[in-house]
């Protein structure tokens, strides 16, 4: 089992003939992903050598859909276009849009999210890293070799603190890693993931990485106290952050205590979260509660 992401998997890659486009669908494909097509429409009919496969590219989403049975996108497309993108997917009836690009403006991720969710569509960022099932299917630009298929599912804002956990967890291994992004709105949030991870039974324990700035790991508490059973152990990035600043990707201002890591972390412990002063302590903590239940 895994979240959102499997081996049947079909997989279009909006904007697979640009640079980024290219080189990551080639790391998908070897990664093991079914890479169905690639949309562009300017290029519709041709197709892309990747290796020992051979990818069709078609002129929308709609009709690579119609032709492959795709059900996942993933979006490489610059950011005053990825509006369009993930619109023109939503109204094909995708069931997940992985948006990849950073730097789209704020009032068009409002638009085409409330978009998504009125057509039924999941959207994972933007400005994402994507979503990784080991050894199934890689969704995005997570290296797929750091780490192996096991039991820990893993949410994160932060792209770089999830590749360095799978890395520190290498041996045990992940169900599903997602990257949900940090920009200040994204489309799948640590609730979403932690209600999935809950519901998986190959997920035996949880791993949630969150960052200073807004409420989403306070709400991500709540949650876990009221819904999940499975245990969870928390890693928040920024306790050296200074107050009062805007603090990289996440757009995130700290003011008072309000959107502080320790804050965060508090609230989490609180709901009975282990939290881990750093990715390597963290990971510790994993492995000292897999020990414990197990």
């Known amino acids: 089992m895994a979240i959102h992401l499997t081996k049947e998997s079909k997989v279009l890659v909006q904007g697979m003939t640009g640079g980024e ?19 562009n429409p300017r290029k519709v009919g041709r197709s892309v050598d990747f290796d020992d496969r051979t990818v069709p590219v078609f002129g929308s989403v709609a009709e ?27 109204d094909a009836g995708i ?40 050894g199934q299917s890689n969704a995005g630009i997570i290296p797929a070799d750091i780490t192996k298929p096991g039991c820990i599912g893993l949410v ?20 599903t890693c997602v990257g949900i992004g940090g920009d200040p709105v994204v489309g799948t949030t640590h609730i979403d993931c932690l209600a999935a991870f809950q519901d998986d039974p190959d997920t035996d ?13 306070e709400r991500a508490a709540a949650y ?24 990289g990707h996440a757009g ?13 972390k508090e609230a989490l412990e609180a709901a009975g979260v282990r939290v881990g002063d750093t990715p390597t302590e963290t990971a510790r903590q994993v492995l000292a509660a897999l020990n414990a239940d197990g």
């Open 252 to 264: 995130a201002i700290v003011s008072g205590s309000s959107g502080t890591a320790r804050a965060k």
């Open 95 to 134: 069931g997940l849009a992985v948006v990849i690009t950073e730097g789209i403006p704020v009032h068009d991720s409002v638009a085409f999210l409330a978009h998504a969710r009125h057509k039924g569509t999941r959207v994972i960022g933007p400005n994402c890293p994507g979503l990784i099932t080991p």
């Open 64 to 90: 690579g859909m119609d032709a492959t049975g795709a059900d996942v996108t993933v979006v490489f497309v610059p950011p005053a276009f990825a509006k369009y993108a993930v619109v023109e997917a939503a």
């Open 205 to 217: 324990l949880i791993v949630l990485i969150g960052e200073i700035g807004g409420d989403a790991e």
């Open 156 to 175: 994160s804002k932060s792209g770089t603190l999830t590749y360095q956990l799978m890395y520190e967890l290498r041996d045990t291994g992940f169900s």
């Open 224 to 247: 876990i106290r009221d819904h999940v059973t499975k245990p969870v152990v928390g890693y928040i990035a920024g306790f050296t952050a200074p107050e009062g600043r805007t603090m």
């Open 21 to 39: 486009g290219m080189k990551h669908t080639r790391r998908m494909l070897a990664a093991g992903t079914n890479v169905v097509g690639g949309v």
